[in-house]
């Protein structure tokens, strides 16, 4: 078993065993990095709902939520910038940990009175978490982990990519499309119009600012990524739009199926009409799409 794979097994069994000391339970969650609290929260989650099915009174998934702040009142306290409701575990252990940490921390301190419940039900769950291997040498109850608990920054975490294979008549199909795309850049306003795979792969594009297009394309890529983790994390598939609203533009994503995407940017376009945009032409590719 890996260091960092150990941390995550010990620090589990070791919030069961501080679970009834509040100061002991936060000093073990302090201890901890984005990644291993986002693993840690998910296993106490199935943990509370799964074992408690067999007490007096089973925990749902709804019972757990009851007991969370709502995610707009914490974005509002934590003061995020991006649009309300759309703060997501999976979304910030890349991009803001710090904010993550906060998070999951708040959500394991939460549910411990549901965990403290449970185990006053159903003792025998207590070395429910114990490590199967013996654990190195430590100077303390929960080793230090080789990341700190916060940090200012951290790079995104890109997922391995799998090589594609675009046939020519794929692409040669969406030609037609670039006088279109180009109406976009010189009459409604965007910089860029693009029309790319899941896996960054620009089939057709208009753009202002061509220099930028590969790094656009991959980075959007991951997003689109991460954007369809958050809905199946919640139980939603059939990602259709995500517009990401900056302090200095808009980059709209919209499906056409197939795993195909419209992509536009714009510095200057509103989110309400840049959304517009990208329906009109994405039903008509989606069409496109459909009849391939």
């Known amino acids: 078993m890996s260091d960092t794979l150990y941390a995550v097994q010990f620090a589990k069994q070791a919030l069961l065993d501080s679970v009834e000391n509040e100061a002991e339970y936060k000093s073990v969650l302090s201890r901890l990095n984005?990644?291993?609290?986002?693993?840690?929260?998910?296993q106490y989650w199935d943990f509370l709902i799964e074992e408690s099915q067999s007490t007096k009174k089973p925990i749902s998934r709804g019972d757990i939520l009851a007991c969370l702040e709502p995610t707009a009142k914490y974005q509002q306290r934590a003061r995020c910038k991006e649009p309300e409701g759309y703060c997501t575990i999976s979304m910030c252990v890349r991009i803001n940990p710090k904010c993550a940490v906060t998070r999951i921390?708040?959500?394991?301190?939460?549910?411990?009175?549901?965990?403290?419940?449970?185990?006053?039900?159903r003792p025998e769950l207590r070395q429910s978490f114990k490590p199967s291997e013996v654990a190195p040498a430590l100077s303390e109850p929960v080793p230090d982990v080789s990341e700190p608990a916060f940090v200012e920054e951290a790079p995104l975490v890109r997922r391995e990519r799998v090589p594609e294979v675009i046939p020519d008549e794929m692409r040669q199909k969406f030609q037609k499309y670039r006088e279109h795309l180009g109406r976009m850049i010189e009459t409604e306003g965007l910089e860029h119009a693009i029309l790319m795979s899941e896996g960054g792969t620009i089939l057709v594009h208009a753009s202002s600012k061509p220099h930028e297009l590969e790094k656009l394309s991959a980075t959007v890529g991951d997003e689109i990524f991460a954007v369809t983790e958050q809905g199946e994390a919640a139980n939603l598939n059939?990602?259709?739009?995500?517009?990401?609203?900056?302090?200095?533009?808009?980059?709209?994503?919209?499906?056409?199926?197939?795993?195909?995407?419209?992509?536009?940017?714009?510095?200057?376009?509103?989110?309400a009409k840049i959304h517009s945009l990208m329906i009109k032409l994405g039903t008509e590719l989606s069409k496109e799409v459909s009849n391939t």
């Open 105 to 121: 921390s708040e959500i394991m301190l939460a549910i411990r009175p549901l965990i403290v419940s449970l185990l006053n039900e």
């Open 34 to 42: 984005a990644k291993q609290l986002k693993e840690i929260q998910k």
């Open 238 to 271: 059939g990602l259709l739009s995500v517009i990401k609203e900056y302090s200095e533009g808009v980059v709209a994503i919209r499906s056409i199926g197939e795993k195909l995407y419209l992509v536009g940017v714009s510095r200057i376009v509103l989110p």
